[in-house]
């Protein structure tokens, strides 16, 4: 996270930012691994507000940059390091809480 410099960024996917959703958020993670948060219904870019809930799907962590790859399995949450663990339950908590 702070060896990387992407604490706590969320950015769009790369594969759906030519449409006009965008479906889940994603976070760099320590060695290689992307954390991948699905929204429902998701967020219209360029009119953030035009629904006002989300929904919080499923947290994934995957190896490598790409979640959309065929065949690409998930991490298993017990395989983090106890701080990338913590930081992302801490920001999971931010997004219900705030």
């Not at 960024?9 to 993670?29: G, P, T």
Request: proline residues 5%.
């Amino acid at each position: 996270m702070s060896d990387t410099g992407t604490k706590r960024v969320y950015v769009r996917s790369a594969d759906f930012a030519r449409i006009a959703e965008r479906i889940h958020m994603e976070r760099l993670l320590r060695g290689d691994r992307l954390a991948v948060l699905d929204l429902d219904p998701g967020i219209v870019v360029g009119l953030v507000t035009e629904f006002e809930e989300q929904t919080l799907g499923l947290l994934r962590v995957v190896e490598g940059a790409n979640p959309w790859s065929s065949g690409v399995p998930s991490v298993p949450l017990d395989r983090l390091d106890p701080v990338t663990a913590s930081e992302l339950m801490r920001d999971l908590t931010l997004l219900i809480t705030s």
